[in-house]
Every structure is written in structure tokens, then in C-alpha cells.
T-cell receptor, first 113, second 109 residues
Framework: GAGVSQTPSNKVTEKGKYVELRCDPI?????LYWYRQSLGQGPEFLIY????????DSGLPNDRFFAVRPEGSVSTLKIQRTERGDSAVYLC???????????FGSGTRLTVV | QKEVEQNSGPLSVPEGAIASLNCTYS??????FFWYRQYSGKSPELIMS????GDKEDGRFTAQLNKASQYVSLLIRDSQPSDSATYLC?????????FGTGTRLTIIP
């Protein structure tokens, strides 16, 4: 596609529920990143994929968070047993040349009530 | 010490003046440096990248890098109201981009 696509754009869920957030990167981009941004803060790194594998998942806050990229393109961020503190904008970015900057999607605003 | 530090602002600059945004980083092994602009409610947009010491100019924007001082800056000349946004400094280290908290810039007409 022309840009990084994230769906849904907004998600409201009840505490304790499971959610999946989808990222469709720019076609051909091998690197894919997930970030989380809270109000008034910069994006916080969660996980990085190079191809199908998670090259660095050190930013995932706990084992309720998991992400996959089975075919090296679309990625899904999965959050189990959501908590109110998980409320944030989840951003996906993709690129081809590590260290050359990445293009962000428009984000998914997650609200846990 | 935070990996990437920015003054959160807000920074107010009259229209037509130069806006100066600053950023410091802690990891001397950092390789690439970026400035992203983020409008309220929108996602970050890459506006400048710099990889070697010195200045890099692109239109009204100039990025400056001093690796010895671990310092990156962004100058915006002839500031316009449309430049009002949050500016995020990002540093590429150990295979990932680390962001500062951003500086909120307001251009006053």
C-alpha cells in the first residue's frame, strides 16, 4: 500500500478483555516496529521485527503483550487481560534501511474502561 | 539519565522568527538522528535526518549534529503558524529508534 495502515483506528474495550491491533506496513518493507504513546510522552518502543522474526522484544511491558508477523508483512499486536493502564495510542512503523528513519501509521487509540 | 532528552516546552516563537529545538542523547554509539513532527491527534512524520557531524539543510529546516557533545538540534527559519506542533527527537541505537518526550512549539501570528 501507499502507507502504513493500522486497524482499527479506535478500540474501546473492557478491562480484562483481549484485543488485537493490526499493522499493514508499506509493501516490501522488511523492518516493522511497534510503539506505544501516552499523552504528553514520546513514542515508547515495544517490539521490532526484521522479516518474520522478532529481533528485539525488550520493550514489551509484560507477558500480556505479544506480537506476531507470520509472513513477514502484516503484524498483529495482541494484548491479553487488558488493564486501564494499557490505554494509549499504539503506533506501527515500517522501513527498509535500518537507521534511515521509518514511516508511521496513523495509530490505534486503545481505551480500556 | 534518559536516553534522549528534550525540553518539553512549550516554546513560543513569533511568526517569521527562527525556532530552535534541542536534544541530547546518552549513548555515544548512536548512529542516526531524526526529527519528527507530530500534530495534535496525528502520528509522527519524519521531517529531517542527519548522520554525520555538522549541519544539514532542507528548505526552512536545518538539523545540526555534534557527536562529541551528544547534541542534536533543529532550526526552523521563517516560522509559520503551520509549524505549530510537537517536535520529537529520535536516535537510532541498537537497532531501534528511541524518542524524546517532544517539544511543543507554538508559532504566534
Amino acid at each position: 500500500g501507499a502507507g502504513v495502515s493500522q486497524t482499527p483506528s479506535n478500540k474501546v474495550t473492557e478491562k480484562g478483555k483481549y484485543v488485537e491491533l493490526r499493522c499493514d506496513p508499506i509493501s516490501g518493507h522488511t523492518a516493522l516496529y511497534w510503539y506505544r504513546q501516552s499523552l504528553g510522552q514520546g513514542p515508547e518502543f515495544l517490539i521490532y521485527f526484521q522479516g518474520t522474526g522478532a529481533a528485539d522484544d525488550s520493550g514489551l511491558p509484560n507477558d500480556r503483550f505479544f506480537a506476531v508477523r507470520p509472513e513477514g508483512s502484516v503484524s498483529t499486536l495482541k494484548i491479553q487481560r487488558t488493564e486501564r493502564g494499557d490505554s494509549a495510542v499504539y503506533l506501527c512503523a515500517s522501513g527498509n534501511d535500518r537507521g534511515r528513519g521509518y514511516t508511521f501509521g496513523s495509530g490505534t487509540r486503545l481505551t480500556v474502561v | 539519565q534518559k536516553e534522549v532528552e528534550q525540553n518539553s516546552g512549550p516554546l513560543s516563537v513569533p511568526e517569521g522568527a527562527i525556532a530552535s529545538l534541542n536534544c541530547t542523547y546518552s549513548d555515544r554509539g548512536s548512529q542516526s538522528f531524526f526529527w519528527y513532527r507530530q500534530y495534535s491527534g496525528k502520528s509522527p512524520e519524519l521531517i529531517m535526518s542527519i548522520y554525520s557531524n555538522g549541519d544539514k539543510e532542507d528548505g526552512r529546516f536545518t538539523a545540526q549534529l555534534n557527536k562529541a557533545s551528544q547534541y542534536v538540534s533543529l532550526l526552523i527559519r521563517d516560522s509559520q503558524p503551520s509549524d505549530s506542533a510537537t517536535y520529537l527527537c529520535a536516535v537510532f541505537t541498537k537497532e531501534k529508534l528511541t524518542f524524546g518526550t517532544g517539544t511543543r512549539l507554538t508559532i504566534i501570528p
